[in-house]
């Protein structure tokens, strides 16, 4: 039975997770408009740990997104534990990517913090060795909780200065190359009505590639990206599509 990623819970979207790394710091200009610069980070290898801190402005305040991006060299100290039923062995998530995203320095307060992390993941799938090759499966989600799956709700955490946590882990569903890469935007929570527009605050892309060859499954990380407006205004069309009872604003 082919196993997908929203079915393994490989990710733990909760506010309120540990401050699990330290590293270095980076500064990203702030996103604005469909042209905004877009900061690069080196591809990391299995020990580096860097935070890259991204300026956005909420209900008339000011803060910034401080997101850490390493491979997991604990499974146990990313929670792998506690995720029931996972059908392989925990320590075998070492290597795959691990991001943490806090909101810190916000100038607001009370109900100004609220808001909401949304996630589009893309995982491209491919059988034989051949690089060039067009992908046999491709799936794009809107990244939740197995629990909410078929809940109308295009966040996957949200509340007041939540925090962001993910950590894929064996999602080759017996093809031998995975092109996993998530689009992971900050943006507001409608308080009133879902007539009111969601709109992004903050965002960047990440990722990474699994390989399945005979003797083991080596795990290669995607630079981090901080991304602007078009970013978003791409996947809104598929957003609408998958959450049609919010409204969602372009940037």
């Not at 893309?122 to 809107?142: M, S």
């Not at 109308?152 to 890469?181: I, Q, S």
């Not at 009111?196 to 390989?211: D, H, K, T």
Request: net charge positive; hydrophobic share 40%.
């Amino acid at each position: 039975m082919t196993i997908r990623r929203r079915d393994l819970v490989g990710y733990l979207g909760l506010s309120g997770a540990l401050h699990l790394f330290a590293g270095m710091t980076a500064y990203a200009a702030a996103g604005v408009g469909p042209t905004a610069a877009r900061t690069h980070l080196p591809r990391q290898s299995p020990a580096a740990s860097r935070t890259t801190v991204i300026p956005f402005t909420l209900a008339g305040r000011t803060g910034r997104v401080a997101v850490t991006y390493r491979a997991i060299q604990d499974p146990i100290a990313a929670g792998f534990d506690v995720i029931p039923k996972l059908p392989f062995d925990v320590s075998q998530c070492r290597g795959y990517p691990n991001i943490h995203a806090v909101i810190e320095n916000y100038g607001g307060s009370g109900y100004r913090g609220l808001c909401g992390w949304i996630q589009v993941v893309t995982g491209k799938r491919y059988r034989g060795g051949n690089e060039n090759t067009a992908p046999a499966d491709t799936e794009t989600d809107v990244d939740k909780l197995p629990s909410i799956a078929g809940i109308d709700m295009p966040f996957a955490v949200f509340g007041y200065l939540p925090e962001w946590f993910d950590a894929p882990c064996r999602n080759l569903n017996g093809y031998e190359r995975l092109h996993w890469t998530a689009d992971t935007f900050l943006a507001t929570v409608p308080i009133r009505s879902r007539k009111e527009s969601i709109q992004r605050l903050a965002g960047f892309r990440w990722g990474y590639i699994e390989y399945d060859p005979a003797a083991h499954r080596p795990v290669s990380l995607l630079p981090l990206e901080v991304t602007g407006a078009d970013a978003w205004n791409g996947l809104l069309p598929f957003l609408r599509k998958a959450s049609p009872g919010w409204r969602f604003a372009a940037a």
